[in-house]
């Protein structure tokens, strides 16, 4: 099969050809925070067809993105992972992510926010300047089920799933309030008054979570023909 090109002598057209697929770029995403099988790339994608997927991850392992690795494991099996030249791309995807975040609105009730996604969410809109001298764990609980975890020491962060051993802070949104929060439409005070997120620990460190951890908001959207 010959591949599609937009005939440019240019960066960004050939990045294009190579990651800007439909799914290739969530198939990047979910790599990101390390390798996976094929079914563990299913369940986090299970909109995608299994021909799109296995297509999209040849294409990827093609272009030098992704690459295939047999496990050690008594249970040896293949997981895919990003190549060196794939690892480049994760500032861009975060990036990409936090660009965004800017226009998301409420989730539809077939929207999937997976365990990955939580965890990505984290490093997307955390705040390096916001977070220099602070050393604070944090523990959020999604549903009931999904459990995350954020270590910040002094300006950098650490974050997986599963919950932390000694957390500063555990925060329990009820319903998909988080985005409200990171985003600035409700503030840490407004949240807890109203019952809209639960806390175990210091209630005040809420408000430093949504300093560190935050979506700038996207420009006003202008109408009709601009002019100057």
């Given at each position: 099969?010959?591949a ?68 050690s ?12 030249y ?13 660009w ?8 539809t ?17 955390f ?17 009931g089920e999904?459990?995350?975890h ?13 919950p932390?051993p ?15 929060l990171?985003n600035?439409e ?16 210091d ?26």
């Amino acid at each position: 099969m010959t591949a599609r090109t937009y005939g440019q002598f240019c960066g960004l057209a050939r990045a294009l050809e190579i990651i800007g697929e439909r799914w290739s770029l969530l198939v990047i995403r979910d790599l990101v925070l390390g390798p996976k099988r094929f079914d563990e790339l299913q369940q986090g994608l299970p909109k995608i067809p299994m021909s799109i997927l296995s297509t999209r991850l040849n294409e990827l392992e093609r272009h030098g993105v992704v690459q295939r690795r047999v496990l050690s494991q008594l249970d040896a099996g293949v997981v895919y992972e990003l190549t060196e030249y794939g690892n480049d791309l994760d500032q861009i995807v975060l990036q990409l992510g936090l660009w965004g975040a800017r226009s998301l609105g409420d989730p539809t009730a077939d929207d999937l926010f997976t365990l990955d996604s939580a965890v990505l969410s984290l490093y997307t809109t955390f705040q390096p300047d916001a977070a220099r001298g602070v050393h604070c764990a944090f523990e959020m609980h999604y549903g009931g089920e999904m459990v995350v975890h954020a270590v910040v020491e002094d300006g950098a962060l650490t974050a997986g799933e599963g919950p932390h051993p000694d957390p500063d802070l555990v925060i329990e949104p009820r319903g998909p309030v988080m985005l409200k929060l990171l985003n600035g439409e409700m503030d840490a005070a407004s949240a807890l008054t109203s019952g809209a997120v639960a806390v175990k620990g210091d209630p005040e460190k809420l408000e430093l979570f949504t300093r560190m951890f935050h979506i700038p908001s996207a420009p006003a959207k202008s109408e009709g023909l601009v002019t100057h």
